[in-house]
């Protein structure tokens, strides 16, 4: 079993940066590829950043490439990303989830351990 938990989530203005934290608990993360999800009211769940499990391999959807950078530090069991030029259309809960995968994965039914969301929002 994993626990996750993430934090740093807030109000932020268009242009702005925020960085959110996954702290896990349990078993080490080191063993899964760890992802990012954001929901918007209304929307279903998306993809939003993963890294595999030695971190050296990254995706990102489209929507954020280039703007937001996912990190991992296995020592510590944590997970980040780094979001800059933050977006109206940015504003979502986001969820860390880690999967049983080798590769970045990105449909969310492929993850098994989820935390419970941080609210991110971007309004002037």
């Known amino acids: 079993q994993v626990q996750l938990v993430e934090s740093g989530g807030g109000l932020v203005q268009p242009g702005g940066s925020l960085t959110l934290s996954c702290a896990a608990s349990?078993?080490?993360?080191?063993?899964?590829?760890m992802g990012w999800f954001r929901q918007a009211p209304g929307k279903e769940r998306e993809f939003v950043a993963g890294?595999?499990?030695?971190?050296?391999?990254?995706d990102y959807a489209d929507s954020v490439k280039g703007r937001f950078t996912v990190s991992r530090d296995n020592a510590k069991n944590t997970l980040a990303l780094q979001m800059n030029s933050l977006k109206p259309e940015d504003t979502a809960a986001y969820y860390c989830?880690?999967?049983?995968?080798?590769?970045?994965?990105?449909?969310?039914?492929?993850?098994?351990?989820w935390g419970q969301g941080t609210q991110v929002t971007v309004s002037s």
């Open positions: 989830a880690a999967a049983n995968t080798l590769v970045v994965v990105t449909t969310a039914t492929r993850y098994v351990y």
């Open positions: 349990g078993r080490t993360v080191s063993r899964y590829t």
């Open positions: 890294i595999n499990m030695s971190g050296g391999s990254t």
